[in-house]
């Protein structure tokens, strides 16, 4: 089993920053991919980034490519999603989630999500 818990939403003014922090618990962190994504009100879920177990090969949703950064630290257990020059279509709850075996963008995949943190970009 594994747990994880979210960090670092709030609310920002469009072009800001925020990063967000995935807390696990459990020894195999290290073994998983990890993923973020995001739901914004009446929107269907959405894939935002993800990382492989090691950290060597990460993805992108092509609408946060080159604004948001997804990385980790094993040693932390923890991974983080760096979102640069927000705008308010960012504007979401941001869940990161769990694969034993999967890194990438479908939902299906991951194993373990956690409660989500709420993040608002305002115009």
């Known amino acids: 089993q594994v747990q994880l818990v979210e960090s670092g939403g709030g609310l920002v003014q469009a072009g800001g920053s925020l990063r967000l922090s995935c807390a696990a618990s459990?020894?195999?962190?290290?073994?998983?991919?990890m993923g973020w994504f995001r739901q914004g009100p009446g929107q269907e879920r959405e894939f935002v980034a993800a990382?492989?177990?090691?950290?060597?090969?990460?993805y992108y949703a092509d609408s946060v490519k080159g604004r948001f950064t997804i990385s980790r630290d094993n040693a932390k257990n923890t991974v983080y999603l760096q979102m640069n020059s927000l705008k308010p279509e960012d504007t979401a709850v941001y869940h990161c989630?769990?694969?034993?075996?999967?890194?990438?963008?479908?939902?299906?995949?991951?194993?373990?999500w956690g409660q989500g943190t709420q993040v608002t970009v305002s115009s």
């Open positions: 989630a769990a694969s034993t075996y999967y890194s990438g963008s479908l939902y299906q995949k991951y194993d373990y």
């Open positions: 459990g020894r195999t962190f290290s073994s998983y991919g």
């Open positions: 990382i492989s177990w090691s950290g060597g090969i990460t």
